[in-house]
T-cell receptor, first 112, second 114 residues
Framework: GENVEQHPSTLSVQEGDSAVIKCTYS??????FPWYKQELGKRPQLIID?????GEKKDQRIAVTLNKTAKHFSLHITETQPEDSAVYFC???????????FGTGTSLTVIP | NAGVTQTPKFQVLKTGQSMTLQCAQD?????MYWYRQDPGMGLRLIYY???????DKGEVPNGYNVSRLNKREFSLRLESAAPSQTSVYFC?????????????FGAGSRLTVL
């Protein structure tokens, strides 16, 4: 089955700096890669996603890049703010098995 | 439009007791999932249902059973709870069609087994 690895597990940045979280996947059949943000005690919420036919997608301060050849994708947050502090999860969707495979999460702390 | 609704939000059980977590979605999604979340281990799939009438095991199915009651509802049952099943449980759903498979989560159910 698919295996998704996520790094780093914790990340601290100064407010206004950029944050980058990286994920790798193993199954070349995976074709959809969402990123979720989970605040303490809350449910995971989708913040951005990318499909396998696209290399990059941007939504205001958040961007995701996908390298299908290398089987890795990354989340980029620019101009970080304290409210960006949360746990971020990457995931890969493998259509044939109809399953989402999640990374183990990155705890991001933005220091004011 | 409530999205994905889970009950109960909190539950404390004694070892050996049984309980059922309920999940319902009103988005006409065909696929539903149960995950458990433990510190440092991300979201691990327990069981899923690709469509009404089908269920399949995920990564950590032991000690659990599921029922896809109809298109809207997908329940998770612990027959004989163990302390290792102390966790936060999330139900999720999606259409799972190519190009339209955003996964939406419920608010979670925090279960403690003593």
């Amino acid at each position: 089955g698919e295996n998704v690895e996520q790094h780093p597990s914790t990340l601290s940045v100064q407010e206004g700096d950029s944050a980058v979280i990286k994920c790798t996947y193993s199954d070349s059949a995976s074709n959809y890669f969402p990123w979720y943000k989970q605040e303490l005690g809350k449910r995971p919420q989708l913040i951005i996603d990318i499909r396998s036919n696209v290399g990059e997608k941007k939504d205001q301060r958040i961007a995701v890049t996908l390298n299908k050849t290398a089987k890795h994708f990354s989340l980029h947050i620019t101009e970080t703010q304290p409210e960006d502090s949360a746990v971020y999860f990457c995931a890969a969707f493998e259509g044939a098995g109809n399953q989402f495979y999640f990374g183990t999460g990155t705890s991001l702390t933005v220091i004011p | 439009n409530a999205g994905v609704t889970q009950t109960p939000k909190f539950q404390v059980l004694k070892t050996g007791q049984s309980m059922t977590l309920q999940c319902a979605q009103d988005m006409n999604h065909n696929s539903m999932y149960w995950y458990r979340q433990d510190p440092g281990m991300g979201l691990r799939l327990i069981y899923y249902s690709a469509s009404e009438g089908t269920t399949d095991k995920g990564e950590v199915p032991n000690g659990y059973n599921v029922s896809r009651l109809n298109k809207r509802e997908f329940s998770l049952r612990l027959e004989s709870a163990a302390p290792s099943q102390t966790s936060v449980y999330f139900c999720a759903s999606t259409t799972a069609y190519s190009g339209a498979n955003v996964l939406t989560f419920g608010a979670g159910s925090r279960l403690t087994v003593l």
